[in-house]
């Protein structure tokens, strides 16, 4: 039976599974523990900020400028969370917090909502709620999640990691749906490689992959990054992950330099050496390494554990117990990928398709070659799991994994479900992708999930993860990094 995590993030044991009423999305209710997974230091000092004199400021307050205010400061990683605070305001001002970015194909990202400064005229994120806009009530980091694409269906992606993403963050006089009186403004930096950190382009052999390094000597446990359909290499999850003490390596596996252009097959051969590779650096601590994998990476991931030595620990993100889009060959064997049935696609009025349906079942004829021996795996399993998961049944798939090594008398697996959740489970307070092209079936899909309840399941999923790595991998090496 798998955990089921709630909006309210409550940590049930197996078997024990809460029965809680769900709250509307954007409701004007706070989690009790939502501010200490996303407020950061209790401490009330601020951080940087930039004044701007304003005549209304200055008629109807005692001071001559409002400032905003970051705390720890203006730059941090993109998964730490920021507090913000305006001061200088009049007792119960009417305010807007207007949020944006534009990313690097230069999609602008933006997001508003109302507030009122409270009888002394601050306004604290961490204790005020917003009162409408792009969310409601006590959301301290909803500024970012909730950023919408002003081109439609277009999902964030960050390529180069060693440069941050500038959000201009900034204050407005009233609750007009188009302000224009600017009352305070910052630039809020939000970074992927922590001081230290080091980036090494691989080249090694037929891999192709960057590796990140935490600082210090090591060595590290290592973790391989494999992300889904989609072909590349990105970087940005990895190099998040190495700052919070891992050496990961971030490998592509088709459309990038001279590796395959296309989806047509995969060699296992291929992911052996890279997971050689990892185990044998200087800096990686040993005997294992992990793997974390997402969709199309997850059942990649899996195929590894199933059929290669030295994997320890994997992470599955709303993968598939069976091969899917592609053949994968190893010393002969062939596993082919999972039947699709195109009729069962459904297309929205908008042109929108739902392809949960598509693939037949792994357990069935003639879907059955394509199941994953996953039985013959030593590895542990950690399957995250999105329960509004439209790009396929993932709930489905984890459960079947389950089964499967309890039967062959290996280790349960640990599952973690998260409700009203959808299938792109990325770092905390990226901004919820609902819709957007998928490359293998070629048009625009649906991908599930709520916004709050999916922002929140990322958020609790990213600490899930590490904290299954440390405990199977080990961490000797964790200190307090410095932070941006």
């Not at 989690?31 to 200055?58: H, Q, V």
């Not at 919070?244 to 296992?268: C, I, R, T």
């Not at 294992?288 to 590894?304: R, Y």
């Not at 004829?365 to 993932?394: M, R, T, Y």
């Amino acid at each position: 039976m798998a955990l089921i995590r709630s909006p309210w993030l409550l940590r049930k044991r197996w078997g024990h599974l809460a029965k809680f009423p769900w709250p509307p999305v954007f409701d004007s209710w706070v989690p009790r523990d939502l501010p200490k997974l996303i407020r950061g230091s209790e401490a009330r000092t601020f951080g940087t900020s930039f004044l701007l004199s304003s005549e209304r400021a200055a008629s109807s307050s005692s001071s001559s400028a409002v400032s905003l205010n970051l705390t720890p400061g203006s730059r941090c990683l993109w998964d730490e969370p920021v507090e913000i605070a305006v001061h200088g305001l009049a007792p119960a001002q009417p305010v807007t917090l207007s949020a944006s970015f534009r990313d690097e194909k230069g999609v602008l990202f933006q997001s508003s909502a109302r507030y009122q400064a409270d009888a002394g005229g601050q306004l604290d994120l961490a204790r005020a709620p917003a009162l409408g806009g792009s969310y409601r009530g006590v959301e301290p980091m909803g500024f970012l999640w909730t950023m919408q694409p002003e081109k439609p269906h277009w999902r964030l992606v960050k390529r180069d990691v060693q440069t941050p993403f500038r959000v201009d963050l900034e204050v407005y006089e009233g609750h007009d749906p188009k302000p224009t009186e600017l009352l305070a403004q910052v630039v809020h930096e939000r970074g992927f490689l922590r001081p230290g950190v080091k980036r090494i382009p691989v080249r090694e052999g037929s891999v192709r992959a960057t590796l990140f390094l935490p600082p210090g000597s090591g060595p590290f446990p290592g973790v391989i990054d494999i992300l889904g359909i989609g072909g590349g290499l990105f970087e940005y999850r990895a190099s998040l992950l190495a700052g919070h003490g891992f050496a990961v390596l971030a490998l592509a596996y088709y459309d990038f330099e001279d590796l395959p252009k296309d989806m047509k097959e995969f060699h296992l051969e291929y992911f052996e050496e890279a997971v050689q590779y990892l185990k044998n650096h200087p800096q990686v601590k040993g005997p294992g390494v992990g793997l974390l994998g997402f969709s199309k990476g997850g059942d990649l991931c899996i195929s590894m554990a199933s059929h290669l030595k030295d994997i320890t620990a994997t992470v599955i993100i709303n993968g598939s117990v069976a091969n899917v889009a592609a053949s994968l060959h190893y010393k002969g064997i062939t596993i082919p990928p999972l039947p699709i049935d195109q009729k069962r696609m459904k297309i929205a009025e908008n042109g929108v398709a739902d392809i949960i349906d598509i693939l037949v079942s792994p357990l069935e004829e003639p879907g059955q070659k394509s199941l994953i021996p996953i039985e013959k795996a030593e590895s542990c399993f950690l399957f995250l799991v999105g329960l509004d998961d439209h790009n396929w049944k993932s709930e489905f798939y984890a459960n079947a994994a389950a089964k499967l090594l309890q039967a062959h008398g290996k280790k349960k697996p640990e599952i973690i479900c998260y409700p009203a959740t959808g299938h792109y489970i990325e770092p905390p307070y990226f901004p919820v992708c609902l819709i957007s092209f998928h490359t293998f079936i070629g048009k625009l899909v649906t991908w599930g999930g709520e916004v709050r309840a999916h922002s929140l399941a990322q958020i609790d999923a990213w600490k899930q993860l590490q904290t299954f790595f440390h405990k199977h991998l080990g961490n000797d090496k964790l200190t307090n990094p410095s932070k941006l």
